[in-house]
């Protein structure tokens, strides 16, 4: 199973954010990965990219990019053939429009610096072909982690303009954690909106 190795609350926090992240998808006309160029800014260690194989990516099509030396070495280890680079995604090494899918996954979070963020986001979206779709999966508030910056709904706004599309996803994990991640609980939590604490949005490129 994909989150076998994870707590029961991670493995619930991990599970819904990718229903959440596929059904995006689906109502994208995207129903297999299998052929689509595949770019993660930020990947760390290839934990998504790992999930990405999981649903049907193909490795030898998926590109990552992380500026940590450390973990982009480690993802490039485990996740071979997909193709990863240790570098700024605010200066990304890619030809314009390579790619069908970009993602961004807890990144632009960690990315405090107003321009960095602002010119990662250009930079998403001119290595993304006309058509192809950025998807941005961050929280919207994290009061627990002083180096990271939380990605708000303004954010993404100021980022990308009025045509971003953003749900509110992910029931906080704190609760989740509190409750054993047990589905009972956490699903009738998970339909309030303020109880969510990450944002999944996107951009189609073309729509800019
Ligand atoms: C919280 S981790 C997320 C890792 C991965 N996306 C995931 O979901 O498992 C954030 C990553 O963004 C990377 N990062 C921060 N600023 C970056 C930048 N300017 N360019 C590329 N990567 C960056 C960090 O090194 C870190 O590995």
New binding site residues.
């Given amino acids: 199973m994909l989150y076998s190795h994870l707590s029961d609350a991670d493995r619930y926090i991990h599970e819904t954010r990718d229903q959440a992240f596929l059904s995006l998808l689906e109502r994208h006309g995207i129903v297999s990965l299998a052929e689509l160029r595949v770019l ?9 990219i790992r999930s990405l194989a999981h649903y049907g990516a193909g490795l030898s099509q998926v590109n990552g ?4 030396q450390a ?1 982009a070495s480690s993802a490039h280890a485990a996740y071979s053939p997909a193709a990863i680079a240790a ?4 200066h990304l090494p890619y030809r314009d429009a390579s790619f069908d899918l970009a ?5 632009f ?3 405090t610096d107003e321009a ?1 963020r602002t010119r ?1 986001a250009t930079e998403a979206l001119r290595v993304l072909r006309p058509g192809g779709l950025l998807v941005v ?1 961050d929280f919207r508030m994290n009061p627990t982690n002083p180096v ?1 910056r939380p990605l708000r709904e303004a954010d993404l706004r100021d980022l990308f303009g009025r045509h971003v599309a953003i749900e509110r996803v992910t029931l906080a994990p704190p609760i989740v954690r509190v409750l054993g991640g047990r589905l009972v609980l956490c699903r009738p939590l998970e339909r309030i909106p303020w109880l969510r604490t990450h944002l999944l949005a996107t951009v189609t490129k073309e729509s800019q």
Wanted: net charge negative.
């Fill in positions: 993660e800014l930020g990947c760390g260690d290839g934990a998504l990019i992380d500026i940590d973990r570098g700024d995604a605010s993602l961004a996954f807890t990144s979070s960690s990315m960095v990662a999966y990271t």
